[in-house]
Nanobody
Framework: QVQLLESGGGLVQPGGSLRLSCAAS????????MAWFRQFPGKDREFVAA????????SHANSLKGRFTISRDNAKNTLYLQMNSLRPEDTALYYC????????????????????WGQGTQVTVSS
């Protein structure tokens, strides 16, 4: 079983950048499809980005393409989310998630397929 621990959240001004990290322990990250989701207060979690287990292919929410980039470093057993040009509407609790399944592309954004979740890291974009 893999354990996930997010870090890197905080307060940033509009237009700024943050890089979130998700450190995995207990299992090698390379054996998992990984994803980032975010949750606004009072709302369901929404998909941000994912990286496939075997191919390393990435998928990003259309609304975030060009600003957010997911990556993984298998040697460090860590997943990242680089967030640029941040906006106040990006303020949310960001979660990383993992599944040992090899998901098809159309399933990557569906949180029901992810068995393992971190506790979340808060990102606040405000001046």
């Amino acid at each position: 079983q893999v354990q996930l621990l997010e870090s890197g959240g905080g307060l940033v001004q509009p237009g700024g950048s943050l890089r979130l990290s998700c450190a995995a322990s207990g299992r090698a990250l390379s054996g998992y499809t990984m994803a980032w989701f975010r949750q606004f207060p009072g709302k369901d979690r929404e998909f941000v980005a994912a990286v496939k287990r075997s191919s390393g292919m990435t998928s990003h929410a259309n609304s975030l393409k060009g600003r957010f980039t997911i990556s993984r470093d298998n040697a460090k057993n860590t997943l990242y989310l680089q967030m640029n040009s941040l906006r106040p509407e990006d303020t949310a609790l960001y979660y990383c998630a993992a599944t040992p399944r090899s998901l098809i592309t159309s399933s990557l954004a569906d949180e029901q397929w992810y068995e393992y979740w971190g506790q979340g890291t808060q990102v606040t974009v405000s001046s």
